[in-house]
């Protein structure tokens, strides 16, 4: 099975884009430390909108994807992240190709 990926976009508040980096780096740096099947978990800003970011996760599969959705720190740290969020985050899902 091919791997799953997301690429979301997120608008800051303007007031919260510091608390939503912050909150996106734990999450980052916990992805990484605790979940070996995330091949991919990146926060990106955007050079000319500072309050605009992506956010970029490459799972090994839908197993992975799953996981990651069910982790303890995500349910604690997606709700303040979308609390931050200006209007609603918007996210697509890919495939891997061979």
């Known amino acids: 099975m ?3 990926s997301f690429i979301a976009q997120l608008r800051a508040k303007p007031e919260k884009r510091d608390e939503l980096i912050a909150l996106q780096a ?3 740096a916990l992805v990484r430390a605790q979940e ?3 091949l991919v978990y990146e ?7 500072p309050d605009l970011f992506q ?3 490459t799972f090994r599969d839908d197993a992975a994807f799953d ?3 069910q982790i303890d720190f995500h349910d604690r740290l997606v709700p303040p ?3 931050c969020v200006d209007g609603e985050m918007q996210i697509a899902f890919y495939r891997s190709l061979p």
């Open 26 to 28: 734990e999450l980052k």
């Open 55 to 57: 956010v970029v996760a």
């Open 43 to 49: 926060l990106f800003q955007s050079d000319d909108d």
């Open 67 to 69: 996981h990651h959705m």
């Open 81 to 83: 992240i979308l609390a």
């Open 2 to 4: 091919s791997g799953k």
């Open 36 to 38: 070996p099947d995330a």
